[in-house]
């Protein structure tokens, strides 16, 4: 496995492309690269965190600052991980979508950023209710009629 300490600590950077669906729509698996350098301080919320859980490398936004850890998620996830701050070994400094490449401290990534965060609340909601949807529709055994109508559509 690749050790991306080793490589931050050799080159200063590291550039990757990401895998996994947990920061959609921000970052798309498989085609989006990332550039990510040692951090120079401490995160401050909104930051992308790079850190290790277990034996995994995992890229998620900070959502707030406690003492001695970060609160942290991904864009597309709904659980909480304290991640101590010894564990984060690198920060997202800018992302290259379609040969374009844009950094953190841009206004539109800024504003994607607060907007995101701003509708989480209403994501959850919405997540919660669909889960409870679908659920019903399983019990009254509707989900086999639902599947014929979304095919025909």
Known sequence: MICFEDLLRKDGRLVYKTKGTSMEPM???NRDLVIIEVPSARLQKYDVALYKREDKYVLHRVIGVRDG???????NTYEIEH???ENVIGVLKSFNRKGKL???????????????NAIYPLRALWRRMRRLLIGIARKLGLIPLLKKILRRK
Request: proline content about 4%.
């Open 27 to 29: 970052l798309r698996q």
């Open 69 to 75: 850890y970060y609160c942290i998620r991904g864009d």
């Open 83 to 85: 991640v101590p701050f």
């Open 102 to 116: 844009h950094d953190v401290s841009e206004r539109g990534y800024r504003f994607y950023v607060r907007f995101w």
